[in-house]
């Protein structure tokens, strides 16, 4: 893919990020950013007790972040530079190497029927989006300062990486800290936040009490509703923050008056005046959108010498399988039968971290995706670690966690995609457990109308 040119602004704003911290506290090395104890909920013992989708008995984590991190070795907190360049690096290698072998030898005279040079062609696209993706996950690296112990280089890098893959890096980087700030906050967290009952029943136009007598989903409806998802999920997400939560007038920014997710509601991850940020962000919005614009330059110069058809085919073909890992990873990182998702009464940082899970993706995803799918759960515990170090860092806080770690690699990089269609099908809203207490009534799951699972709550009228 083509990297981004740079801009005189962009540098110098970048510049000085080393004297003007953003405002990701929870990302840094030195956070102590909710290191309390969870706050306590009463459950009597003779009280219906919490059950995940899947009937089996969900308790509260019972140790805190102090815990979790003395857990880890002090090695792995380390960071390179050097190896942190090493492997954009080889990402970009890999990108270039592949572009070059295509645009040589995938030509009308080695290749002369169209249909054939155009499945390979296919082939250069799945490739360098698996490439792309890695170097997507790299700048997301970046954004965490796990890349380097140098701020200044970490922001430029990922500026650069970023912006290549027409990412807002800095828009992206602050929302995304409070994502790490708020998981499985229902009111708080920007990603993938679950319907609750009435909000999916309003969506369907069901009534609320009648939703476990629907009959289910077709399968072809799944499948039409997951491409769509993975197809679009992302612009859509820095668009119109589709997926992320639509409490804005409730944040501690004060901006989200009269402003909703979804077109022209005036929340995106563009405009200075989005309610995802405070005003002093104003000038990090304004510098990913130049990032932005000039990507965009430099691709509307090469469709223009080379032609729009080869640009269609050069980046944005893989640009788009970069969405797709992107939308897929995140969607399966924090949606799953097991996990819980807690109303503002209930919700800590260890236990929103916890409400996550880690996946395999075999080579793909240990040496393309730099592990970013595999030790996804520690990564919500300590951000800054890098990912080369993260294996050993996941192996030892799992004891600390106990049952509250969640895993699911059955069937590995098959069962990874398949859960894109089982997780769809199970997790469709959200509600507390029948019969728990009133405490717990603040914690909620997963519920579905095609008969998967646990039967959801049945409502009085």
């Given at each position: ?21 953003l ?27 919490m ?43 890999l990108?270039?190497?592949t ?17 054939a ?9 799945f ?110 997400y ?20 009269n ?9 995106n ?17 304004i ?50 039968a ?13 236990r ?70 089982t997780?769809?099908?199970e ?10 207490s ?24």
């Amino acid at each position: 893919m083509p990297p981004s040119t740079s801009a005189a602004p962009a540098a110098a704003a970048i510049a000085t990020s080393s004297q003007t911290p953003l405002p990701l506290s929870s990302l840094e090395p030195d956070s102590n950013v909710n290191k309390e104890r969870p706050r306590k909920l009463s459950q009597k013992d003779d009280a219906v007790p919490m059950v995940d989708t899947n009937g089996d008995v969900f308790q509260l984590p019972d140790y805190t972040i102090r815990d979790i991190r003395k857990a880890i070795p002090p090695e792995c907190f380390e960071r390179s530079a050097l190896r942190g360049l090493g492997y954009i690096a080889r990402d970009i290698t890999l990108l270039s190497t592949t572009f070059w072998l295509f645009h040589h030898f995938v030509t009308p005279e080695n290749v002369p029927p169209t249909i054939a040079r155009g499945l390979l062609w296919s082939v250069y696209g799945f490739l360098n989006g698996l490439f792309g993706t890695g170097l997507w996950v790299m700048g997301h690296e970046c954004g965490h300062q796990s890349l380097s112990p140098s701020k200044v280089l970490n922001d430029t890098v990922g500026f650069i990486v970023h912006s290549s893959l027409l990412v807002p890096y800095f828009s992206w980087k602050i929302s995304h800290g409070k994502h790490h700030k708020a998981t499985g906050h229902m009111e708080r967290d920007m990603v993938f936040v679950p319907r609750t009952r009435s909000e999916f029943a309003k969506r369907v136009g069901i009534a609320i009490e009648n939703l476990s007598e629907v009959v289910e989903d077709a399968p072809l409806y799944s499948f039409f509703m997951i491409f769509a998802r993975q197809l679009l999920g992302w612009p859509f997400y820095l668009l119109a923050n589709r997926t992320g939560h639509n409490y804005h007038e409730r944040q501690p920014e004060g901006r989200g008056k009269n402003k909703t997710n979804g077109w022209g509601g005036g929340v995106n991850h563009f405009s200075p005046s989005s309610p995802l940020y405070e005003a002093k962000d104003a000038k990090w919005i304004i510098v990913s959108d130049i990032g932005i614009l000039a990507t965009l330059a430099a691709l509307y110069s090469i469709g223009s010498m080379f032609g729009w058809s080869n640009l269609a085919v050069w980046y944005f073909l893989p640009y788009l399988w970069v969405n797709h890992w992107l939308v897929a990873i995140t969607y399966l990182q924090h949606t799953d039968a097991t996990l819980p998702h807690y109303d503002s009464q209930a919700w800590t940082y260890v236990r929103g971290a916890a409400a996550t899970i880690d996946r395999d993706l075999g080579f793909v995803g240990r040496h393309l995706f730099h592990g970013i799918a595999e030790t996804h759960v520690l990564h919500h515990y300590v951000s800054v670690i890098p990912f080369y170090n993260a294996d050993k860092a996941s192996e030892a806080i799992i004891p600390v966690m106990g049952r509250h770690y969640h895993s699911n690699t059955k069937g590995g990089p098959v069962g990874f995609v398949k859960a894109l269609y089982t997780n769809f099908r199970e997790c469709q809203w959200v509600e507390p457990t029948e019969g728990a207490s009133e405490d717990m009534q603040h914690v909620l799951f997963y519920q579905n109308k095609n008969g998967i699972g646990v039967r959801p709550a049945t409502l009085r009228t």
